[in-house]
C-alpha cells in the first residue's frame, strides 16, 4: 500500500537559517504530493502540492520538487521566521480521494 | 473559502460514555474524513464517507461508527469511550477540483 515517511523532529532552527525537511513516499503508479502545515491550535491546512514528476511547488518562500526517480518530496525554505514554527505534513493521494500522512515533523525557530 | 465546522473545541467525557462528535462543511464536497491525531503517529485515518448513507472503514475503526444522513454532516461515535481514545480528532473534507483536503480546527477529547 501507500506510505509515507519523513523525518522526526522536532526540527529547531535560528531565524533566517535554511530549512530542510525530508520526506520518502511509496506507491503505484503517479501519486499526486502535498505539504500540509498545522500551526498551533488549528487544524491542517494547504501549504503546496505536485501533481507530477518534476513539478515544483511553492507557497510563502516554501518549495519542494516531485522527484520520481528517488521517490521524494523534500521541503525547502531559503530563511525561516519565528512565524514558521508549526507541524509539517508530507502525503500523497493515489487516485482514491484518500490521502495518506507522514506522522509530522515539528518546526520550531527562535529569534 | 470551504468552512468545515467541528461543534466543540475541547470535550471531557467519562469511560463508557457514548459521545458525538459532529463536523459540518458549506461546499457541498462529497468525500468526508475523520482522522485521529496523536504525538509521534500523525493522523491516522478511523472512517471516511463518499456520501450521503455510505461510510467505509479507515485503518483504525474499531472503537468507532459514523453517520452521514446529510451531505454537509458527518458524525463521529464513540459507542463506549474508553481512555486509549483521549486523543484530537479532526474532520475533513476533499475538494476534487482544487484536489486538496479542508481541515476543521479539531476536538481535543479527554476522557477520564
Known amino acids: 500500500g501507500n506510505s509515507v515517511t519523513q523525518m522526526e523532529g522536532p526540527v529547531t532552527l535560528s531565524e533566517e537559517a535554511f530549512l530542510t525537511i525530508n520526506c520518502t513516499y511509496t506507491?503505484?503508479?503517479?501519486?499526486?504530493l502535498f505539504w500540509y502545515v498545522q500551526y498551533p491550535g488549528e487544524g491542517l491546512q494547504l501549504l503546496l502540492k505536485?501533481?507530477?514528476?518534476?513539478d515544483k511547488g511553492s507557497n510563502k518562500g516554501f518549495e519542494a520538487t516531485y522527484r520520481k526517480e528517488t521517490t521524494s518530496f523534500h521541503l525547502e525554505k531559503g530563511s525561516v521566521q519565528v512565524s514558521d514554527s508549526a507541524v509539517y505534513f508530507c502525503a500523497l493521494e493515489g487516485g482514491s480521494y484518500i490521502p495518506t500522512f507522514g506522522r509530522g515533523t515539528s518546526l520550531i525557530v527562535h529569534p | 473559502d470551504v468552512k468545515v465546522t467541528q461543534s466543540s473545541r475541547y470535550l471531557v467525557k467519562r469511560t463508557g460514555e457514548k459521545v458525538f462528535l459532529e463536523c459540518v462543511q458549506d461546499m457541498d464536497h462529497e468525500n468526508m474524513f475523520w482522522y485521529r491525531q496523536d504525538p509521534g503517529l500523525g493522523l491516522r485515518l478511523i472512517y471516511f464517507?463518499?456520501?450521503?448513507?455510505?461510510?467505509e472503514k479507515g485503518d483504525i475503526p474499531e472503537g468507532y461508527s459514523v453517520s452521514r444522513e446529510k451531505k454537509e454532516r458527518f458524525s463521529l461515535i464513540l459507542e463506549s469511550a474508553s481512555t486509549n481514545q483521549t486523543s484530537m480528532y479532526l474532520c475533513?473534507?476533499?475538494?476534487?477540483?482544487?484536489?486538496?483536503?479542508?481541515f476543521g480546527s479539531g476536538t481535543q477529547l479527554s476522557v477520564l
Open positions: 506507491a503505484t503508479g503517479y501519486p499526486s
Open positions: 505536485a501533481t507530477k514528476a518534476d
Open positions: 464517507s463518499y456520501d450521503v448513507k455510505m461510510k
Open positions: 475533513a473534507t476533499w475538494a476534487g477540483t482544487s484536489e486538496k483536503l479542508f
